[in-house]
């Protein structure tokens, strides 16, 4: 059973900079797709970025060239760095793991999920 825990949510200005963290445990995290997603209050969560067993990444088009998603040295940790921080960036963000070598960007592909580190840029 795969867990997962984020952290290094918080409040920053706008242009600021935070780093997401994401620690798994269970199993081995660099045979398998991992993701970030977000969501806020009434809407749909949202994929931020992904990241396949190859190392291959995805981004959606809000984030390009300001996140970057990162596996840690043993893998079973995963990063989002994310730069230049908008409003509109605002969420709770959620880690999450698909039981796959690839990635698809659909939530309910996911398997396993955090419990979410929240996000406030003003």
């Known amino acids: 059973h795969v867990q997962l825990v984020e952290s290094g949510g918080g409040s920053v200005p706008a242009g600021g900079s935070l780093r997401l963290s994401c620690v798994a445990s269970?199993?081995?995290?660099?045979?398998?797709?991992m993701g970030w997603f977000r969501q806020i209050p009434d809407k749909e969560r949202e994929g931020v970025a992904g990241i396949e067993s190859d190392g291959s990444t995805s981004y959606a088009d809000s984030v390009k060239g300001r996140f970057t998603i990162s596996r840690g040295n043993a893998d079973n940790t995963l990063y989002l760095q994310m730069n230049s921080l908008k409003p509109d960036d605002s969420a709770m963000y959620y880690c999450?793991?698909?039981?796959?070598?690839?990635?698809?960007?659909?939530?309910?592909?996911?398997?396993?999920w955090g419990q979410g580190t929240q996000v406030t840029v003003s």
């Open positions: 999450a793991v698909r039981l796959s070598s690839v990635c698809y960007n659909r939530a309910e592909t996911f398997e396993s």
């Open positions: 269970g199993d081995t995290m660099a045979r398998y797709c």
